[in-house]
């Protein structure tokens, strides 16, 4: 029965392994050769979308990763890949946004790439500090060197530093509060960030005031709440963002209360943000009371120049050129947040790395109307009077396409004329045309300058398939549902 074993011993077999784990052995090869803050950055929610034929499809969240993982690690992605699997002789990329939320296909890079040496990680971004201590990671991407300092965040600004210097210090507890998109969460992980960098050794906490009450929840349901109430008396710095949904939970409350005392009377530093001062909040008041004992400093919305500063600073910090003239105009016109802003340069990038155009005051002021969401709201996020509700951009639509028909960008807007590519291209660009509301000009400069021409045969070819073709009519359909036009 046995007899055969050494003829297939000459077989070669190559296990079936899963898209995802062939993805994670190729990862487990290059983390160690590229440096870890570009490993993180880059590979972050990236997967293989297909390995057919020796070609591998690799998936990016962003469309402005794709010339850099072009450029910088399309080779070393190859090599990696044929040492594990010699028949794969290409690496392709294709560009998929709902990758950004999909922990079925990506891995979390912190978790699966702990840092050597480094404290272990129980959970998703969390890192366990002690016996039931657990924080949420500290992003290495606020720091308080690349805060913009202005009007608006300078008491904020100063208030963090003189306590990463000093945490328990003078200013204990620091409040921080101020509306959507102002920085307070950055500040207050780029003062986490600071004191470890300081004290590597101390504890500090930082967690959101959901995941707090979650705790509590648990340990109430575990009947663990005195375990729970001493776990905190070894945290050096406790930082908790969003305290104002704190409101209306009087049970949280209380044992928010209970830790902050104990660590206040320690000498432990405490910092809370919110939306709103401490005496809008509507909480106990004898929590309020002790919020209002230490520093309280707002974030307010940043004048012109600290607009543009931030936005030259996300600029270099993504290595993107764009020209001064296009950031001052983004600067001049978004004002509300700075979300927003950085939300504005990203689509900005986007748009240079699908169109192949460079972003220019002309191409911004177009996104910005189609960011332009609700200008019957109570404030416009971009100040811009152009069409009412926001529709689906460019940008929907050519990843909708592309992962429908599971055909990259680049082909879309490429040469080729294999059925496969040509049928979603047309569809792009009946799309685009009828929906993004853009000139058979504009779509056919986008399709690598194709003639205007060529955009409206392209669309009329896809209305007559759509008057005969019921199939076809099923998966057009499909594709407007999920971009939301019907
Ligand atoms: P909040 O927590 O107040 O809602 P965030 O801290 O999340 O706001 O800030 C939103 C984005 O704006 C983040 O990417 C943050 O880095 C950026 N940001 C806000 N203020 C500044 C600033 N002064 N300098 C640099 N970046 C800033
Ligand atoms: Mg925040």
Redesign the pocket.
Known sequence: MISSVSSLEDVRVYPTISKRDLWLEILRKIEPKVQRSQFITWFRDTAILGHEEGTLVVGLPLPMSLNWHLEHYRALTLQTAQELDPTIHQVVYKVDGALKDDPLRTFDLLTAFPEPKRRKLPGKQEVKLAEGIVSKILSPR?SLD?????AN?RLAYAACQSVSLQPGGKYNPLFLY?G????????LQATGNAILKQMPRATVVYTTTEDFTNQVIEAISQQRMEQFRKRYRVVDVLIIDDVQFLANKERTQEEFFHTFNTLYEDHKQVII?ADRPPQELQLEDRLTSRFERGMIAD?SL?DYE?RLA?LI?KAQEYELFIDMSVLQFIAEHATQN??EL?GILMQAVAQYELEQRVPTVKSIAEIMCKLNKDPHGEEESVGFDLPAKRSATFQDVMEAVSRYYSVSVQDMVGQSRVREILIPRQIAMFLLKKYVRMSHERVGEVFEGRDHTTVMNAVRKIEDKLQSDAQFLREVRSLEKELDFV
Do not use: A, Q
């Open positions: 606020y690349n805060f913009v300092v202005g965040n101020g959507v998109g102002l920085g307070k969460t950055h500040l943000s974030v940043p600290t931030i600073g700075i979300r950085e």
